[in-house]
């Protein structure tokens, strides 16, 4: 069918349907604006050819491979812009056009006359009936143009044509096959303008920032001409590239080529690194150097896959020279917390050129490089020279940072942990061992724990390796002294314990009591704590002055819960006694309202002590007024009615009473001890007593008497007056009734004066407690042989040591076992002496 054929029907075919026809222009117009300019020009001829266009545009776009090249068109002699290739034979396209276009408008006009809903639209688009072929001298042409586009880059000239068109050139060339030829033109091209260069850099001597500075010059344009290039054969790197894997980019091509030619120039390569160290080392001196610099040729060693081969090798290098030597220098210059700060300043710096210039991988090797040499290499003599200091001084921030630092190195935790350990160990030694600072030993325990479990918890991060070390160094020198901590902790809690400590309130003494209890987990000797805790404990209970029910019951709570129910049985049996005492004396009081016979005017009230619970007492024989040994008597008798069998022991040394004295100055009631009572109440009969006469009148043992007396005449409340004056009583002093006693109280405790325990005293308490280990050991030896029935002599021992609470040696034990074979509880073998056999 002709052109003119076409056309013709085409008309027709117009002229019944004007609006349809209306409707699709409209559609290709809107269409058209989308194809760019070349499509829009071509649509101000009229509908028809517009139509006729966007057709062939439509057809050429479905199918690159047919031949219809042209994104960017050219111009006719009238203005009208028409597809690349101008020179085509134009009757071809017109052909094709006018075949296209009427195709398509029938079944455009079919699609719009459909009437049934289920009817298809469709739309038919032909390719081209001859294959369009390049002009002729086109490749050579366009190379030619493309050429001076890329020499004008790379000279940085102005480029004589529109990128379009040079993008289109190249995607021309593609789609002709002849991408491969482009892509060596322009490696070869790229080449040889680096290989002009090179001279650039390798010529004559140069200063070295100058050279940093011609070299980053040169770089960032050369980055700039790749950009530009690649940007211009974009489309041969989206296509060539990709569909040949061994084929660089066009990017990673000009790399290659300017690492071969120029980074890995061993001269240039010198030149650039010993450039870069020279300003690293002058900012690490304190000068200000250009960072943008250093940032700007660090990325390019990176970008060229050069870094770590050409630089970081030779920087960690210069590193650890420079540190090496720092280091050794500071140390003899600094002390150990200047040089700690020191350190952590350096880090911080080399943190930030990481942060500003130097590649990440570098991290880890710079800064375990900075580390090992400014700390490791100098770590026990950081820790000798200076940990004793900063803990003596308690200097929390340069400990914090001490532990931050060491933590950091190899070993430096433990290393820091074990001298930790020893400096508790020695300190703590100190203040044990020395029997000058024993008055304040347990005060002094106290507030050295407290200070180190504030480094452990602010400074060591709450490290579970240091808690642990430092309990453990408590525990070792706390023991090294036997028996006295023990002794003298047990001592401490009686005075907070007693009344009339106005110290701490309730709330802080149960603070107290609970670091007190952390003292008592490290001693091996409980026993002994308890020997002379139990007897401080009957004092307070038996003369009224614990200071609180509650305080003593919550460390009683706390001894049970740390050491068993049989550790504190005894002490609870003390506070059942206060309590049965209590019921007993008002049943004693309701006896004594429903006797008959008057019984006295004396408030009797009495403690009654089981012997077991309560600790041994001395038997003191004194001679009691009738006053007092009337009401004794009557309680033997209400107390014996009530539980025959037993037998009450009176103790005297214990006792208080209240009397009424009558002064010039008016009568008052004095609290004394049992003791004052008695040597007071001589004075009833006479106004004059001798020291050697009130000693038989009463029987009250020599230096108790001596004591007694001291605290009546000599004390703040001197109810009596000693002829001659002075602080001691000899055996010939006379004592007076002072009648002139003045005291503005009505009612005024006189004070006993306590007698310093003796060393005696102590060694008879300690003896005890060795006692009560003996009868343990026997014990345990008894209950260990009947279960196991022979066993030899080390297993023995070792069973012992599992199973006894406090420190015992082999040869103590050996003389338990020595007792046990004489009394026959067990014998030696025949056949083996080192072997025991249970006697049953």
Not at 161 to 182: F, G, I, P, T
Not at 206 to 220: A, P, Q, R, S
Not at 240 to 254: A, E, F, H, K, R
């Amino acid at each position: 069918m002709s052109a003119s054929k076409k056309y013709k029907s085409e008309t027709a075919t117009e002229t019944l349907h004007q609006q349809d026809t209306e409707n699709i222009n409209n559609c290709f117009r809107k269409t058209a604006d989308l194809f760019g300019p070349s499509t829009s020009a071509a649509a101000a001829s009229g509908g028809r050819i517009a139509l006729g266009q966007n057709m062939q545009r439509s057809g050429s776009n479905s199918n690159i491979n047919s031949g219809n090249i042209g994104a960017v068109g050219g111009a006719t002699a009238n203005g009208e812009r028409r597809a690349n290739f101008s020179m085509l034979d134009s009757t071809h396209i017109n052909d094709h056009r006018s075949s296209t276009t009427t195709s398509a408008y029938f079944n455009k006009m079919g699609a719009n006359n459909a009437s049934k809903p289920g009817d298809v639209k469709k739309i038919v688009i032909k390719n081209f009936k001859v294959k369009p072929t390049l002009p002729e001298n086109y490749s050579e042409s366009t190379c030619q143009k493309l050429e001076e586009a890329v020499v004008a880059i790379q000279l940085s000239r102005p480029i004589k044509y529109s990128l379009e068109e040079l993008y289109q050139a190249v995607e021309n060339m593609c789609s002709h096959k002849m991408d491969a030829q482009l892509y060596t033109k322009l490696k070869d091209l790229t080449e040889a303008h680096v290989k002009r260069n090179v001279e650039t850099f390798t010529g004559g001597s140069m200063d070295k920032l100058v050279f940093l500075k011609k070299i980053n010059d040169w770089w960032l344009s050369y980055c700039q001409q790749m950009i530009m290039m690649r940007s211009i054969f974009l489309y041969l790197d989206r296509t060539y590239v990709l569909q040949n894997p061994t084929v660089q980019s066009i990017w990673d091509m000009g790399l290659d080529l300017f690492r071969t030619h120029i980074a890995l120039n061993s001269l240039v390569q010198k030149r650039t690194v010993e450039g870069l160290l020279m300003l690293i080392e002058k900012e690490r001196n304190g000068d200000a150097v250009d960072r943008g610099l250093l940032k700007s040729l660090i990325r390019m060693l990176c970008d060229l896959q050069i870094y770590i081969s050409a630089f970081e090798e030779k920087f960690l290098v210069a590193t650890r020279q420079l540190y090496q030597a720092e280091g050794q220098r500071k140390m003899q210059e600094l002390d150990v917390p200047e040089y700690l700060q020191h350190v952590d300043k350096r880090l911080a710096e080399e943190n930030e050129r990481l942060l500003h210039y130097l590649d990440s991988s570098t991290k880890h090797p710079l800064i375990y490089t900075v580390e090992k040499e400014l700390l490791a290499e100098h770590l026990t003599q950081i820790l000798q020279k200076g940990l004793d200091t900063l803990m003596e001084e308690h200097r929390l921030t340069d400990l914090s940072l001490l532990y931050s630092l060491l933590s950091r190195v190899k070993n430096g935790t433990a290393e820091l942990c074990g001298n930790f350990n020893g400096y508790i160990k020695k300190k703590g030694r100190t203040i044990v061992i020395d029997p000058e600072k024993d008055k304040n030993m347990v005060q002094d325990l106290l507030d050295f724990k407290d200070k180190m479990d504030i480094v452990v918890r602010t400074c060591f991060d709450r490290n579970e390796k240091f808690t642990n070390s430092l309990r453990e160094a408590f525990e070792f020198f706390i023991n090294q002294r036997a028996n006295k901590p023990a002794e003298l902790i047990a001592k401490y809690v009686d005075m907070k314990l007693r009344a009339g400590n106005k110290e701490a309130t309730e709330e802080e003494l149960e603070q107290i009591l609970d670091k007190i209890m952390v003292l008592f987990r490290f001693i091996h000797g409980k026993d002994v704590f308890e020997a002379f805790y139990k007897k401080d404990l009957s004092k307070r209970l038996l003369v009224g002055k614990s200071a609180s029910v509650d305080a003593e019951k919550s460390m009683l709570s706390k001894l049970k819960q740390e050491c068993g129910g049989g550790f504190t049985s005894k002490l609870e049996g003390m506070f059942k006694d206060m309590e049965l005492s209590r019921d007993i004396n008002i049943s004693f009081k309701q006896y004594v309202a429903n006797m008959e016979c008057e019984f006295t005017n004396i408030d009797l009230t009495v403690s009654i002590l089981t012997m077991g619970y309560w600790p041994t007492y001395p038997l003191t024989e004194v001679n009691m007024p009738h006053q007092l040994v009337n009401p004794q008597l009557v309680f033997n008798k209400f107390y014996l009615a009530k539980h025959s069998g037993r037998k009450l022991q009176w103790q005297p040394t214990l006792g208080n009473c209240v009397l009424k004295a009558r002064f010039d100055g008016g009568p008052k009631e004095l609290m004394v001890s049992l003791f004052q009572a008695l040597v007071l109440l001589l004075f009833n009969d006479r106004d004059i007593l001798s020291f050697e006469e009130i000693l038989a009148a009463t029987n009250i043992e020599n230096g108790e008497l001596r004591r007694t007396l001291q605290s009546l005449a000599c004390g703040r409340a001197r109810v009596l007056t000693k002829e001659p004056k002075g602080r001691e009583v000899e055996d010939k002093d006379q004592f007076h009734y002072n009648n002139e006693f003045t005291n503005k109280l009505f009612r005024i405790k006189i004070n006993q004066i306590q007698m310093k325990e003796t060393t005696e005293e102590q060694k008879a308490t300690e003896e005890r407690v060795f006692q009560d280990r003996q009868y343990q050991i026997d014990a345990a030896i008894v209950r260990i042989m009947k279960m196991r029935k022979t066993l030899s002599h080390n297993l023995l021992i070792t069973e012992l040591f599992n199973q006894l609470t406090f420190p015992v040696k082999p040869a103590d034990l050996k003389k338990r076992i020595e007792s046990l074979i004489d009394r026959d509880y067990m014998e030696r073998d025949k056949d083996n002496q080192n072997q025991y056999n249970y006697v049953a």
